[in-house]
C-alpha cells in the first residue's frame, strides 16, 4: 500500500472513528485528537511493518482504547455519554420531549458496565459489523451477539417509558 492508498483510507474511516471517540469522550475536540493519536500510531504501523496498513477494526480497536487510557486520566471529567443532541425545528415541546429523552439514553448508557457500552456503541454508533466489532473487541462473534442482546435489553427496560411514547 503507497501513501495515496493510506490517505484515501484515513479519509474513508476518520468521520467513523471521531464519531466513535465522540460518543465515548462527550467531547469533541478531545475524540478529534485521540483520531490524530490513532492516525499517528497507524502511519508508524505501517511504516515499521512490511504486511500493510491495519484494518478499520484495528484502528477502531486502537481510538476505542485511547478514549478509555483518555477516560482513565485524573484530568479528564466525563459529563456525558456522548449522544449528540437532535436539532430540530420541532415545536417546544416536542423538543423537550426529545432533550429528556435523550438525557435519558445518555443516563441509560452510562449506566451499562463499559464492554456492553462499547460493544453498542461499536454497533449503533460506529456501524461496525459483528465480525468487525469482534475484532476490536478481541473476542469471538457470539460474544458480541450476546453483549448486544443483553445491552439492547437493559436499555430497552431502562428506556421502556420513551418507548411507550412513540
Not at 486502537?62 to 456525558?80: H, I, K
Amino acid at each position: 500500500m503507497d501513501q495515496a492508498e493510506l490517505d484515501a483510507l484515513y479519509v474513508a474511516v476518520k468521520g467513523d472513528l471521531v464519531r466513535t471517540a465522540w460518543r465515548i469522550l462527550a467531547d469533541r475536540a478531545a475524540a478529534e485528537d485521540v483520531v490524530q493519536e490513532t492516525w499517528v500510531r497507524a502511519l508508524r504501523t505501517w511504516r515499521e511493518r512490511a504486511d500493510g496498513v491495519p484494518s478499520r477494526a484495528w484502528l477502531h480497536r486502537v481510538t476505542v482504547n485511547l478514549c478509555y487510557d483518555r477516560l482513565r486520566s485524573p484530568a479528564v471529567r466525563r459529563e456525558t455519554g456522548g449522544l449528540e443532541e437532535a436539532v430540530s425545528d420541532a415545536g417546544p415541546e416536542a423538543e423537550l420531549l426529545r432533550s429528556e429523552a435523550t438525557a435519558a439514553v445518555r443516563e441509560a448508557l452510562a449506566g451499562l458496565p463499559p464492554v456492553l457500552r462499547e460493544t453498542v456503541l461499536l454497533r449503533e454508533a460506529a456501524g461496525l459489523k459483528y465480525r468487525e466489532i469482534a475484532r476490536v473487541m478481541g473476542c469471538p462473534v457470539g460474544t458480541v451477539m450476546s453483549r448486544l442482546h443483553l445491552a439492547r435489553r437493559r436499555l430497552r427496560a431502562v428506556l421502556a417509558p420513551y418507548l411507550e411514547m412513540e
